[in-house]
């Protein structure tokens, strides 16, 4: 899970296009909190600020825009879920070849090693880092370069893409830009990722129209523009400067399935994905999840509860409207200190579990002797579930019922949110009465994720009538994933958590799984390099045998980030 955001301006005279991208980074803080980046273009050459911290710190809150003249560029903000904490995997990635290609993605690829094998082998494409982005902008320009020309068109870049619906498999929001041609950005053909694109007036030049991707539309509406549509599943869109965009539908939708958890959780409430509202979802959520309540305690269980208490602050609509339909009072007791990033997407566990008591601390008079429901948005590790638990029995808290908007997180996610391996996931082989007695509740409520009082139909209650959505990736809560996962991919994740790569590197012939459909060539050495060995497993953390430094600079593109003025960091 990352923010992408991408901007052409009308105007080609124009070298501000740094500032909006600058802006949409805070709009789209929450999608990545490791690094962010802006590539702009200008005269055909491309300028880049990116570094490990948030928008504010790699921007040094604005002043390093003055060394990013363009009409237009990229933005990124990352999450990491593969590679390494690393400077040299902050996002715009670029290639010199062909033409000049600037990229930032939004997702998960689940067929690395087979990628990352062709490159080296049949592509001869060098990769820099162990990021998968950078393996899809490097299919992406093989499929470019073997056009053989020295100018491509728009239908060019079309056909460039279909290298990467054909061998890429995963989910997948991009925007990119080609030096001194155009903005592209396409979606995966499952939409399991969010993209859409914007439109507003120029304000420098009569007539000229600006267009703005992000992967969320509240980005767009703060920034001013409108006629806002959602990229569809398999669809891309050229922005060539000074013509209107060119949409082509370059793979048929293989389903219209975008990932649940954007609602539950990621997305900021004043979103719309896919034509569903993410704060009417959440409302949607509360009502059927005091539906599920009810049924579980009885309406004297429910009458013995004296109020609900939100997990500020993805949680907090739901538990509004959970308080309303079992009407009881609705308190905001757990206070939330905003000088605190979110825990959840932390690097690890030791700093989401030390972070909770920064993030949270209770009011103890509205705890105090009380019977009460919290209401979280999801319970994964247990690690902060439990915490929130034991601060409320601090306060004095009499009986503590926690509620989850969404189902029991049962198996990976693997479409680019790293919540954990099946063991440490708390629901993971445990009862209900278990998770309660391991975050120390007197009872566990989940909702459910069919039927009518379930997730899936809170989402599709919250629809509009344009939506085409009729269902949702959720393999997270079911081990259904929408895209199939190549045999092997679940052992590789571990491997990689567990900073092991070695025999994992048995994946690097594993098939592009076109429709799911994945399969196995066995090989006896790694991607890039000889055979793996049994010292690998604990030796080598990362690709092709190589121990990276912890913080190397990305020598892909010069960094104009890295020569800004110390005293101005």
Same mark, same amino acid.
């Not at 009072?329 to 989401?352: G, S």
């Given at each position: ?374 209401? +979280? +948005? ?24 926690? *509620? ?59 629809? +509009? ?8 990736? *959720?393999? *997270? ?42 399969? *196995? ?16 497993? +604990? ?31």
């Amino acid at each position: 899970m990352c923010g992408v955001a991408a901007l052409l301006l009308g105007d080609t005279k124009a070298t501000t296009a740094a500032v909006d991208l600058h802006e949409s980074l805070y709009m789209l803080q929450h999608r990545g909190q490791e690094a962010a980046g802006i590539t702009v273009c200008q005269g055909g050459r491309f300028f880049l600020v990116k570094q490990l911290g948030m928008a504010a710190k790699v921007f040094a809150e604005g002043r390093r825009l003055q060394q990013l003249p363009g009409y237009m560029g990229l933005g990124h903000l990352r999450y990491p879920t593969m590679g390494t904490t690393s400077a040299s995997e902050a996002q715009p990635f670029y290639v010199n070849s062909p033409f000049g290609i600037a990229m930032s993605v939004n997702g998960n690829l689940v067929n690395t090693e087979y990628l990352r094998k062709f490159l080296d082998e049949e592509a001869h494409r060098h990769v820099n880092s162990d990021s998968d982005s950078e393996l899809l902008l490097n299919v992406f320009a093989h499929g470019l370069q073997k056009l053989g020309k020295n100018r491509v068109n728009s239908d060019d870049i079309f056909t460039a893409l279909g290298d990467v619906y054909s061998m890429c498999q995963g989910a997948f929001a991009c925007t990119a830009m080609i030096a001194g041609f155009g903005i592209l950005c396409f979606r995966d053909a499952n939409g399991i990722r969010p993209l859409c694109m914007g439109s507003r007036p120029s304000a420098s030049l009569a007539g000229a129209t600006d267009y703005f991707i992000a992967s969320e539309s509240v980005a767009l509406k703060q920034l001013g523009f409108g006629n806002i549509r959602d990229i569809a599943p398999g669809e891309a869109v050229f922005l060539e400067k000074g013509k209107a965009p060119r949409f082509r539908q370059i793979v048929e939708r293989r389903t219209y399935t975008p990932d649940i958890f954007e609602f539950v959780y990621f997305s900021r409430p004043e979103t719309v994905i896919d034509g569903i509202s993410v704060y009417r979802s959440r409302q949607k959520m509360g009502e059927k999840l005091a539906n599920k309540i009810r049924r579980v305690l009885g309406d004297k269980g429910v009458d013995e509860i004296d109020a609900v208490i939100p997990v500020p602050e993805t949680s907090n609509v739901a538990a509004a409207a959970l308080a309303e339909k079992l009407r009881k009072p609705y308190v905001t007791a757990l206070i939330k200190n905003r000088y605190v990033h979110r825990t959840f997407i932390l690097p690890n566990q030791a700093l989401r579990q030390k972070s909770v008591r920064r993030k949270l601390s209770p009011i103890d008079s509205e705890f105090m002797g009380k019977n009460l429901i919290i209401v +979280d +948005d999801s319970l994964v590790r247990g690690t902060t579930s439990r915490e929130i638990v034991q601060m409320a029995r601090e306060a004095g808290a009499t009986r503590v019922i926690f *509620v989850s908007c969404s189902p029991e997180c049962t198996h990976p996610h693997i479409y680019g949110i790293d919540l954990a391996d099946p063991a440490d996931l708390v629901a993971h082989g445990r009862t209900r009465q278990e998770i309660a007695e391991y975050i120390h509740a007197d009872d566990v409520i989940f909702e459910d994720l069919d039927g009518p009082d379930g997730l899936k139909a809170a989402c599709l209650e919250a629809a +509009d009538s344009t939506s085409e959505v009729k269902d949702f990736e *959720v393999g *997270v809560f079911c081990g259904k994933y929408v895209t199939g996962v190549p045999e092997g991919y679940f052992e590789h994740l571990s491997d990689l958590r567990n900073g092991r790569r070695g025999k994992a590197a048995t994946l690097a012939n594993m098939s592009a799984g076109l429709n799911g459909d994945a399969s *196995v060539i066995t090989s006896s050495g790694t991607a890039n390099g000889p055979p793996a060995s049994d010292e690998d497993d +604990d030796a080598c953390p990362y690709a092709n045998g190589i121990k990276t430094p912890e913080h190397r600079e990305d020598i892909s593109l010069y960094n104009i980030g890295s020569e800004f003025p110390a005293h101005e960091k």
